[in-house]
């Protein structure tokens, strides 16, 4: 188990930033925890410590969020974020977790650009079956490698003009299955063991504590800011992971 304070003086803020991501409020900024622990620990550790974390926050939301879900949308993206674990898994030694963040976090922006520029209208359809297909694959292979799946998600939900709790719901049951499936891949590439998951229980309560707030937060903020803080939490998302992988 890690003991080392300057150790928890990132990881505190991270596991904060797990938990409130979870709830669905401002969706994307979980991927914020993995470079922040990476400031004290290696990526793979960062990675592996993370991964418990988001399981709590999971089962914690999805007590809550659960009956909200939208499950005609999730038959299209759960089956494809499932096969985007197993690219990731084959691709977790070739391509580094930066070089994937990087390249999730140009598309985030590129995407939060387009989206306000030429703002969804109300009558305009959502995304069609390949092209969410295609957005949850890219989640689960980039939530394997980097834990920065949250920005595709956002690109399949956001143009649905979903209630915050559907939103909320549908985006909570998506991540508990893709969280859950990475657990043996994670065990077999070596990556968990339990002085980690001594460490990640350490911090479990700040993440409980970031889901309970951002549960709050989605049944009190109108549509209107709810939005806004998402795409707020996209572009701080987008910029930190571009900004990794150019250092």
């Not at 659960?66 to 974020?81: C, F, I, K, N, S």
């Not at 998302?237 to 250092?247: I, N």
Request: with cysteine; glycine share 10%.
């Amino acid at each position: 188990m890690i003991t080392d304070p300057a150790f928890y003086a990132v990881a505190v803020p991270a596991a904060l930033l797990v938990g409130i991501s979870k709830s669905g409020f401002a969706s994307g900024i979980g991927a914020l925890a993995t470079p922040l622990l990476a400031m004290s620990v290696t990526v793979p550790q960062a990675a592996a410590l993370v991964l418990p974390l988001l399981c709590l926050s999971d089962v914690m939301g999805l007590m809550t969020l659960r009956r909200h879900a939208d499950w005609t949308v999730l038959r299209q993206l759960l089956p494809a974020g499932l096969i985007g674990i197993v690219l990731g898994w084959i691709g977790f030694g070739v391509l580094s977790p930066q070089w994937v963040g990087g390249l999730t976090g140009l598309v985030t922006l590129i995407f939060l650009a387009w989206n306000l520029k030429f703002p969804p209208q109300a009558d305009a359809a959502p995304p069609g079956a390949a092209a969410s297909g295609a957005l949850a694959l890219t989640s689960g292979f980039t939530s394997f490698i980097a834990h920065s799946g949250g920005p595709p998600i956002v690109m399949a939900l956001l143009p649905r003009h979903m209630a915050p709790l559907a939103y909320a719901g549908t985006s909570a049951v998506f991540f508990a299955a893709i969280n859950a499936a990475k657990w043996v891949p994670y065990g077999l590439l070596g990556l968990l063991d339990w002085g980690q998951l001594a460490t990640s229980a350490a911090l479990m309560p700040v993440a409980a504590a970031g889901v309970l707030l951002g549960i709050q937060a989605t049944k009190h903020v109108s549509p209107r800011w709810f939005y806004r803080l998402v795409q707020w939490g996209m572009f701080l998302t987008g910029v930190k992971l571009l900004w990794d992988a150019l250092e």
